[in-house]
C-alpha cells in the first residue's frame, strides 16, 4: 500500500504537502481566527480568494512536474470534489441550527472537521485505489454506485433530514455522559467531578458523520477522473480545506442555489457513466471538465433566473 503511494509521487511531495497543509491549518486557527468570532462576508470572500489561488499554484506545479494530462486530472478532481462538496454546506446549514451553534463557534467546529476529513479521505481514496488496482471489475461497482446516487437525487429529492435525529447521535447520547448545557467552547466539562461531553462535540461527530457520507459519493466520482493517489488526495484536501470560508460566504444564501443539486446529480450520472464505459468510450478529460463547468455555471444560472418559490401559510 505504502510503496504505491511512493509510485505515485516521492516521498518528500507526501510530506511537504501535509507540512504545507497543517502550516496553513494553524495559521488559520492560531493566527487569524484565535478569538471565536462571526466571519464577515469580507473575511470569507478573502479567505476563499486565497485557498482558490493556492489551489491553482498548486495545480500549475502539477502540470509542470507531471504534464498536461495528470494536471487536466488535478482540475477536474478538485471541480468536482469543490462542487459536490458544497451540497454539504446545505447539510451544515441545518446541522448548526439543528444543534444551535453560534456563527463565531462555527468556524472552529468546521476547523476540527476538515482535521478529521484529512485522515476518513486519505483512508478511503487508499481503500479505493487499492480495489481498483487489484479487482478491475470494481469500476463498475463505483460507476453503477454513481449513476444510482445521481439518479436518486433527481428523482426522489426530498427534505434534508435534521442531524440532531441521526442514529448515531441518539446512541452517543445514550453511550457517552453528556451535558446539554456544556455550550460550544469546549470538547469536554467536569460536572460535578465528572467528564461530559459537551453539545461542540455532538455537533463534530455530526459533521464528521457528514462528510463520510458525502466521501462515500465523491471518492468514487474523482476516481473515475485519476487513479494517482497523490493526484486524487490532494485535489480532494484542497477543495475541502476552502470548504469552511466558502460556507461562511454562502450561508445566507442556500436558499438561492435550489437548482444546485439537481446539477450535482447529473454530474454523479455522468461520471458513473463515464466509469461504467470507460472500456469502449474514452471521454478526454478536457471534455468531462467543461461538461462539469457547464453543468454547474447552467444550475447556478437556473437557479438565480427562476427563483424558488416559497409556500405563503
Not at 466571519?39 to 500549475?60: N, T
Not at 479487482?135 to 440532531?164: C, S
Request: hydrophobic residues 60%; glycine residues 6%.
Amino acid at each position: 500500500m505504502f510503496q504505491s503511494l511512493l509510485n505515485a509521487a516521492p516521498w518528500w511531495a507526501w510530506l511537504g504537502f501535509h507540512l504545507f497543509v497543517f502550516a496553513m491549518l494553524a495559521l488559520d486557527l492560531g493566527v487569524f481566527n484565535r478569538k471565536a468570532h462571526a466571519p464577515s462576508v469580507k473575511e470569507a470572500a478573502a479567505w476563499s480568494a486565497v485557498w482558490i489561488s493556492l489551489a491553482l499554484l498548486f495545480s500549475a506545479l502539477i502540470f509542470k512536474a507531471e504534464g498536461p494530462q495528470k494536471g487536466l486530472e488535478w482540475l477536474t478532481g478538485f471541480l468536482l470534489e469543490k462542487s459536490l462538496s458544497v451540497d454539504n454546506l446545505f447539510v451544515f446549514v441545518l446541522l448548526f441550527a439543528s444543534f444551535k451553534v453560534e456563527m463565531r463557534h462555527q468556524h472552529k467546529v468546521l476547523f476540527w472537521g476538515v482535521l478529521g476529513a484529512l485522515v476518513m479521505r486519505a483512508a478511503m481514496i487508499l481503500a479505493g485505489t487499492a480495489l481498483l488496482n487489484r479487482f478491475t471489475w470494481m469500476i463498475y461497482v463505483f460507476g453503477g454506485f454513481l449513476i444510482f446516487t445521481g439518479l436518486k437525487m433527481l428523482f426522489f429529492e426530498g427534505e434534508k433530514r435534521d442531524p440532531a435525529l441521526h442514529p448515531a447521535v441518539r446512541l452517543f447520547k445514550r453511550l457517552v455522559p453528556f451535558d446539554e448545557h456544556g455550550g460550544h467552547e469546549q470538547l469536554f466539562l467536569r460536572v460535578n467531578g465528572r467528564r461530559c461531553a459537551t453539545p461542540m462535540l455532538l455537533v463534530l461527530l455530526s459533521v464528521e458523520i457528514t462528510d463520510l457520507v458525502f466521501a462515500v459519493d465523491s471518492i468514487p466520482a474523482v476516481l473515475a477522473v485519476s487513479r494517482d493517489p497523490f493526484v486524487v488526495y490532494t485535489s480532494n484536501i484542497f477543495a475541502i480545506l476552502g470548504l469552511r470560508s466558502l460556507y461562511f460566504l454562502l450561508a445566507k444564501m442556500m436558499d438561492r442555489f435550489h437548482r444546485l443539486e439537481t446539477g450535482l446529480a447529473v454530474i454523479l450520472a455522468f461520471v458513473g457513466v463515464k466509469m461504467t464505459c470507460a472500456d469502449w468510450v474514452k471521454i478526454p478529460t478536457s471534455v468531462s471538465l467543461l461538461i462539469i463547468l457547464a453543468v454547474l455555471l447552467l444550475s447556478v444560472v437556473v437557479s438565480l433566473a427562476w427563483p424558488a418559490r416559497t409556500e405563503v401559510s
